[in-house]
């Protein structure tokens, strides 16, 4: 699929059929409609594996579009991921999210049962991985020095340059080659004083 498809349907992904009807072509709704169950999924349990999804898209899903072929398949993976952004990101905020909902859910079990070592194990756990028993990471500014800058007229120190041998030669000529010349150029102009006391 060509660059500028992809970004047509990728601004367009969560529009309605209605909307796009008119915009897309029947190959390009069935791509839109991958995408947006690829992207579902994806949302909904960043760690499923690319098999399960490769399953899922080259069966058609009940009809839901056409079945499609492994390399298709893998290439509307591909570009979800892609739209998705960096998913081991995702996935890791995905994980600490599942760990303090299953400490809440374990909390929740240990009071209705009136578990009081139950529900202090689940505060243990939560308190323990969200490290709320130690005090904030404080920045240490002392550690912290500023850059230290030394002037220099050596242009060597910057990538890319090269001193020229002969710069004072090349400057000499160059003095000689414009010394005069200035006047040549000068205009002399007069000056309305009637503009100053304005």
């Not at 600490?96 to 374990?106: L, M, N």
């Not at 130690?134 to 050596?154: C, G, H, I, N």
Request: net charge negative.
């Amino acid at each position: 699929m060509a660059r500028n498809n992809k970004e047509l349907l990728a601004l367009r992904l969560f529009s309605n059929k209605e909307s796009v009807k008119n915009s897309l072509s029947l190959d390009e709704l069935e791509t839109k409609a991958r995408w947006m169950y690829i992207m579902t999924k994806k949302l909904d349990n960043p760690l499923i594996p690319n098999k399960n999804l490769l399953q899922l898209l080259t069966s058609g899903v009940d009809g839901a579009w056409s079945p499609v072929s492994q390399s298709t398949a893998y290439a509307d993976i591909s570009s979800v991921n892609e739209l998705l952004g960096n998913v081991k990101i995702a996935s890791k905020a995905w994980i600490r999210y599942t760990i303090v909902e299953g400490c809440k859910r374990a909390y929740e079990v240990a009071e209705a049962q009136d578990d009081a070592a139950g529900m202090a194990a689940a505060l243990d756990k939560m308190g323990k991985y969200t490290r709320a028993d130690k005090d904030d990471d404080a920045l240490d500014f002392s550690q912290m020095l500023p850059p230290v800058f030394e002037p220099t007229d050596d242009v060597t120190v910057l990538e890319g340059i090269t001193a020229m041998p002969d710069i004072e030669d090349r400057r000499a000529q160059l003095r000689s080659l414009h010394k005069g010349k200035l006047q040549d150029f000068a205009e002399t102009i007069d000056v309305d004083d009637d503009d100053d006391d304005e």
